[in-house]
T-cell receptor
Framework: GAVVSQHPSWVICKSGTSVKIECRSL??????MFWYRQFPKQSLMLMAT?????????EQGVEKDKFLINHASLTLSTLTVTSAHPEDSSFYIC????????????FGDGTRLSIL | QQQVKQSPQSLIVQKGGISIINCAYE??????FPWYQQFPGKGPALLIA?????SEKKEGRFTISFNKSAKQFSLHIMDSQPGDSATYFC??????????FGTGTRLQVFP
């Protein structure tokens, strides 16, 4: 149980393109989803927290107009990297937390984004 | 105060040995301490977790030791296997439900 699916797993696109990444909780409802960014051989850095039906909360230094997050349902959150540039190339990982107290975050398998 | 310090950065252990990874924190408001295992190109997978009112938790070959007064916790992997070779992250949850991750430990287990 507690499976989180992330799509696509890998995307390569040209500079200036906008890229959408989907995060789905397959067998549970997630009131809260999180988006992380991970550079090679580094730790996970939280970008934003999203709650279903409300605006995402962004961490300091993360441009909300650059990284658009939508959490339209209890099982789906999307991250759109707008007008992507090479410096946006990274590994993006989402996680979802089931409803209820003391529930752990479950992570997707990440999306490797490469901007040429 | 929101940092979680993790050591060592890398660890090489022979098959059958014990792998030990340590983490330390400052924020006494942290209320949940999970460990995650990450293989290359994959997302982190929850391995084991502990709450601050417990000093030790064991699940199979994996044990967390927690020292509340020292604000330290550690992961012990007994009888380490080559399949355990991965990057391990400790984390701590704050009152807003966010996870703060340690810097990671790359474990290599040689046969």
């Amino acid at each position: 149980g507690a499976v989180v699916s992330q799509h696509p797993s890998w995307v390569i696109c040209k500079s200036g393109t906008s890229v959408k990444i989907e995060c789905r909780s397959l067998d549970f409802q997630a009131t809260t989803m999180f988006w992380y960014r991970q550079f090679p051989k580094q730790s996970l850095m939280l970008m934003a927290t999203s709650n279903e039906g409300s605006k995402a909360t962004y961490e300091q230094g993360v441009e909300k107009d650059k990284f658009l997050i939508n959490h339209a349902s209890l099982t789906l959150s999307t991250l759109t990297v707008t007008s992507a540039h090479p410096e946006d190339s990274s590994f993006y990982i989402c996680s979802a937390r089931p409803w209820g107290a003391n529930q752990p975050q479950h992570f997707g398998d990440g999306t490797r984004l490469s901007i040429l | 105060q929101q940092q979680v310090k993790q050591s060592p950065q890398s660890l090489i252990v022979q098959k059958g040995g014990i792998s030990i990874i340590n983490c330390a924190y400052e924020n006494t408001a942290f209320d949940y301490f999970p460990w995650y295992q990450q293989f290359p190109g994959k997302g982190p997978a929850l391995l084991i977790a502990i709450r601050p009112d417990v000093s030790e938790k064991k699940e199979g070959r994996f044990t967390i030791s927690f020292n509340k007064s020292a604000k330290q916790f550690s992961l012990h992997i007994m009888d380490s296997q080559p399949g355990d070779s991965a990057t391990y992250f400790c984390a701590a949850r704050d009152g807003t439900d966010k996870l703060i991750f340690g810097t990671g430990t790359r474990l290599q287990v040689f046969p």
